[in-house]
Antibody, heavy 118, light 108 residues
Framework: QVQLQESGPGLVKPSGTLSLTCAVS?????????WSWVRQPPGKGLEWIGE???????NYNPSLKSRVTISVDKSKNQFSLKLSSVTAADTAVYYC???????????WGQGTLVTVSS | EIVLTQSPGTLSLSPGERATLSCRAS???????LAWYQQKPGQAPRLLIY???SRATGIPDRFSGSGSGTDFTLTISRLEPEDFAVYYC?????????FGQGTKVEIK
């Protein structure tokens, strides 16, 4: 049973870069899962940010593509999210998630709230 | 991008009643790659239904999904107290993956 745990700063300044890491346990990041980030602004719905395969292949939401980088660290069995030039609109609970190709999301982290404020 | 529109925004019902939630897609969802999730406050979403109509592991049979193409439905046959939550549909057949805006099922 794959378990996911997000970590990173809970507060980021406007125009800065949001950086989060998702530690994977109970399975290898080199498995057949795609590793993903999903966010949810307070009181609002879910937004898919992007995904990465262990090979390094990525897909991003076009609405965020210019500001997003998702990377994988096989040696640490984890993957990461970087979102640049953040504004208050990027304040959200950020979830890491995992799923198979063309499958729904099987595994979710508990989520971490990131607030963008000076 | 496939836009998913859920209706109604809020459903006010009593325990034991039937809930019918709708999810309409802006274009056909390929091979019924449509899922439903339940989310309670402070928790991550939980997968209920995938492939439009298949229940995920451990999901009670009072939850059922139907539909194809652009129109999908989640039905909860008899609401239990623990079913009052927000429900999201998701299409995962084309990139980017997209979610509906959610339907809140609240106690009347």
């Amino acid at each position: 049973q794959v378990q996911l745990q997000e970590s990173g700063p809970g507060l980021v300044k406007p125009s800065g870069t949001l950086s989060l890491t998702c530690a994977v346990s109970g399975g290898s990041i080199s498995s057949s899962n795609w590793w993903s980030w999903v966010r949810q602004p307070p009181g609002k719905g879910l937004e898919w940010i992007g995904e990465i395969y262990h090979s390094g292949s990525t897909n991003y939401n076009p609405s965020l593509k210019s500001r997003v980088t998702i990377s994988v660290d096989k040696s640490k069995n984890q993957f990461s999210l970087k979102l640049s030039s953040v504004t208050a609109a990027d304040t959200a609970v950020y979830y890491c998630a995992a799923y198979q190709l063309l499958s729904p999301i099987d595994y979710w982290g508990q989520g971490t709230l990131v607030t963008v404020s000076s | 991008e496939i836009v998913l529109t859920q209706s109604p925004g809020t459903l006010s019902l009593s325990p034991g009643e039937r809930a019918t939630l709708s999810c309409r897609a802006s274009q056909s969802v390929s091979s019924s790659y449509l899922a439903w999730y339940q989310q309670k406050p402070g928790q991550a979403p939980r997968l209920l239904i995938y492939g439009a109509s298949s229940r995920a592991t451990g999901i009670p049979d009072r939850f059922s999904g139907s539909g194809s193409g652009t129109d999908f439905t989640l039905t909860i046959s008899r609401l239990e107290p623990e079913d009052f939550a927000v429900y999201y549909c998701q299409q995962y057949g084309s990139s980017p993956v997209t979610f509906g805006q959610g339907t809140k099922v609240e106690i009347k």
